[in-house]
């Protein structure tokens, strides 16, 4: 294929990266929603997790100034080694690089505050120093501003990072729902994560199928419930 950006995401082609999502640097955003930034980027880890993506987190100035990563998404990866940084762009820092290397796989989504900052300057640098093709999630990433946020994204794109959802990456992995082995992962993640979906997908179980309310259905034996 001479354009590997025409294949899709598979939990076999990609790794994903979560930069800087910290309270401190929480505080700043101001082009979407905070809860719904924290929601999306949990949502998203989950559904690394889910489908065993290879998965990297990195912080910067955690002491100093930005604070922990957020303890819902070290939830989802109890015990990983956290990439402690100085640098503004995690690509200037050797044990990202060689955490990406380690990894094996070209295609790095990434997740990450600001996206003006640290997402921009890590994903022009990857691709130019490390031949890496970027998918920027634009919902679980977030900047001091709208047009912060809008202009790095515009300027990304044109340098050829792909911008996609959180969503987007959890159904392009998931892809066929007879993929029985993630379908009850993927089901749970929507229904907690997804809004308006995910109470479609309650109301379906509850009403359509009987399953019983306020339990975890029996999703091997449901019918799936197809995003719109």
């Not at 100093?64 to 640098?87: A, Q």
């Not at 392009?172 to 907690?192: F, L, S």
Request: hydrophobic residues 40%; glycine residues 6%; charged residues 20%.
């Amino acid at each position: 294929m001479t354009n590997p950006k025409l294949e899709v995401l598979t939990p076999e082609n990609c790794q994903i990266i979560f930069i800087d999502q910290q309270p401190q640097m929480a505080f700043g955003v101001q082009s979407m929603d905070r809860q719904v930034l924290k929601n999306n980027t949990v949502a998203l880890a989950k559904a690394a997790k889910a489908f065993s993506i290879p998965s990297i987190i990195t912080t910067v100035e955690t002491e100093s100034f930005s604070g922990h990563t957020y303890p819902e998404l070290l939830d989802v990866f109890p015990g990983k080694d956290i990439l402690e940084r100085s640098s503004m762009n995690s690509w200037d820092d050797q044990k990202v690089r060689d955490a990406l290397a380690a990894n094996g796989r070209k295609k790095v989504i990434v997740s990450g505050l600001w996206t003006e900052v640290c997402n921009n300057t890590f994903a022009l640098c990857a691709m130019a120093e490390g031949g890496y093709e970027i998918y920027m999630v634009a919902d679980a990433s977030g900047g001091t501003s709208k047009e912060a946020h809008d202009y790095a994204m515009q300027r990304m794109i044109q340098a050829g990072v792909v911008p996609m959802t959180w969503q987007q990456v959890m159904l392009e992995w998931q892809r066929d729902w007879a993929r029985k082995e993630t379908y009850a992962a993927v089901m749970d993640i929507v229904r907690e994560h997804s809004g308006a979906y995910g109470m479609g997908v309650d109301y379906a179980y509850t009403m359509v199928h009987k399953a019983p309310a306020r339990a975890k259905s029996n999703h091997e034996t449901l019918a799936p419930v197809p995003a719109k």
